[in-house]
């Protein structure tokens, strides 16, 4: 009868085990030295070695050469624990048999001495399916067994032993097997095999498994039952519905095209071919995964599972956009995964996912829409005077010259200064007053500027003291002032700002008067903050102004 290559090529030692160090050596040494639990929990994914240990571990203690890191293979305990029939190695199911009396039933069994081998062993697989109750009738048995017996509990579920059971066992958590140890299983078992197969098909397989050995196993006999000798890789993928980088990447072209047409035609093509939605779109989070990992770590990063020219096709994708981009791409495709769980109309949710994707690329960060509405540099152009002034209403660069001031809006122009500072570079004479006005318009800080010209400024040793109307103390930032006097080698000032009865701006002498105090949209317009706004969007209307308080 044939055995299928899981079966069949089950390590037998523990110097076959794939990846697992550190349960193989803690337990090699604790048979060496003689230190062998009474029991023993085995937690993790499937597929990863559990009860497979649990085996070679009641091989080593019953070996007639034993207890042994080596045994022998030959003798009857071993070939019968191989074999599953061992007469004192007792396999229990728990998922079958998780009731009380079944537990009653094994502590019954414990009191018995070995029928022939020097340990018994009862290994429980699915440990976790037990029931509380079995549990407690099993406590005192676990915590002081006969000196021949020993448990191990098999679980993909630690955290549902009850903390009774786990303080009285030795704890060891296996890990899922890494991708590369997986492809290199394989091929040892294909090159036993006489099978032919190219990395990219061992390199799908081994996806499939997620970590599992015994899962890209399985899928590898499949392979075998569907292709014979010869593996290739894209009839491996039609045959287990996995889907290839070259069709995932439809999904990246049309994202760095911003073409939602063509992510309209993915999902009817895939609706046609009678493709589950929900399967492609959760390879496609695992397809922004790799690369977003990629585009991070770099393209030949063990984080990403895959073969050498898959990773080199990944980089290349990667290349193409930044990782705040693959970020939301990510996300986004795992909202839709789990929309897609529960939708009756799974099309509309994949159509729509897919075009939230297409806008997703278009956003732009914060910076990026200052910039382009004006509120930082940008690329000067000529101005009608021969100077160069920053585009969009934007601040221009210092070193433009005088003719760089940045051109007035109209609520500069309502608040412009009482002293009359000039704007076109600083004054090498003149008051201190005029001076730091004039240092702070080359700043490209016209509101600070307003405020200083509007107040009473006062110089009393190494210090520098501000009185400025109420409405414009929020523009009086020392730390923009003091730039200001570094610029007119005055750097040595320090500077105090207070709030007192300074020039008011509405008496200061304007082309466009300060709408009256008493208006809640006069004050609004009047505030600083609401006039570093208009002038940084300067395209803004405030329309509507309500007072808070009434």
Not at 147 to 170: D, G, M, Y
Not at 296 to 314: C, K, Q, T, W
Not at 392 to 401: E, F, H, L, R, Y
Request: proline fraction near 6%; glycine fraction near 8%; charge should be neutral.
């Amino acid at each position: 009868m044939y055995q299928v290559i899981a079966r069949k090529y089950r390590p037998r030692q523990f110097s076959e085990l794939v990846n697992q160090e550190h349960v193989k050596t803690t337990l090699e040494n604790a048979i060496a030295q003689n230190r062998i639990a009474h029991g023993y929990i085995f937690s993790g994914q499937r597929g990863t070695g559990k009860t497979t240990v649990a085996r070679i571990l009641a091989r080593c203690m019953n070996c007639v050469e034993g207890p042994t890191t080596s045994p022998c293979g030959v003798c009857a305990s071993c070939i019968e624990v191989i074999a599953g029939n061992a007469p004192d190695v007792i396999e229990i199911d728990a998922a079958s048999n998780r009731g009380i009396n079944e537990m009653r039933e094994l502590r019954d069994n414990v009191r018995y001495r070995p029928a022939r081998d020097r340990y018994k062993v009862f290994i429980v697989d699915e440990a976790h399916q037990i029931t509380s109750e079995a549990f407690n009738a099993l406590l005192k048995t676990l915590e002081e067994p006969p000196e021949w017996v020993v448990f191990v509990l098999c679980t993909t579920e630690a955290h549902k032993i009850p903390a009774t059971i786990a303080s009285r066992c030795q704890h060891f958590s296996f890990r899922s097997v890494d991708f590369d140890e997986i492809v290199a299983r394989m091929e040892w078992i294909c090159a036993q095999e006489g099978i032919e197969a190219d990395p990219e098909a061992l390199s799908v397989l081994a996806q499939v498994g997620e970590g599992s050995v015994r899962d890209s196993l399985s899928a590898l006999d499949q392979a075998i039952a569907c292709c014979g000798n010869t593996l290739k890789s894209a009839e491996i993928r039609s045959l287990l519905g996995a889907f290839s980088i070259d069709t995932l990447d439809q999904v990246t072209k049309a994202l760095a095209e911003s073409n939602s047409a063509a992510m309209l035609e993915i999902t009817d093509s895939l609706v046609r071919n009678g493709l589950h939605l929900q399967h492609f779109v959760r390879e496609l989070a695992r397809y922004f995964r790799n690369l977003l990992v990629t585009k991070i770590a770099g393209a030949n990063h063990r984080l990403v599972p895959a073969s050498d020219s898959e990773r080199e096709r990944l980089a290349e994708i990667a290349s193409r956009f930044s990782e705040q981009d693959l970020t939301r791409y990510l996300q986004l495709t795992l909202d839709l995964y789990r929309d897609l769980q529960f939708s009756l109309q799974p099309r509309l949710h994949m159509e729509l996912g897919l075009i939230r994707l297409v806008e997703a690329g278009k956003l732009v960060s914060i910076e990026e829409a200052l910039a382009s509405a004006g509120g930082a540099p940008s690329a000067p152009e000529p101005a009608p005077g021969g100077g160069r002034r920053g585009s969009g209403g934007g601040v221009s660069s210092p070193k433009a010259g005088p003719a760089a001031a940045p051109k007035a809006t109209p609520a500069q122009s309502s608040t412009a200064p009482a002293s009359g500072a000039p704007a076109q570079g600083v004054p090498s004479s003149g008051t201190l007053k005029d001076r730091i006005v004039a240092a702070l318009h080359e700043l490209g800080m016209p509101f600070t500027a307003d405020a200083v010209g509007h107040s009473e400024v006062t110089e009393s040793g190494q210090e520098l003291r501000f009185t400025t109307p109420a409405d414009l103390s929020l523009a009086m930032r020392p730390a923009d002032i003091q730039k200001a006097l570094a610029r007119i080698d005055a750097g040595r000032l320090r500077v105090k700002v207070g709030v007192g009865n300074g020039a008011s701006p509405s008496a200061a002498a304007s082309p466009a008067p300060r709408p009256a105090a008493g208006d809640a949209m006069g004050r609004a317009l009047a505030n600083p903050e609401v006039q570093r706004f208009r002038e940084i969007f300067p395209n803004a209307e405030v329309r509507v102004a309500r007072n808070l308080k009434e």
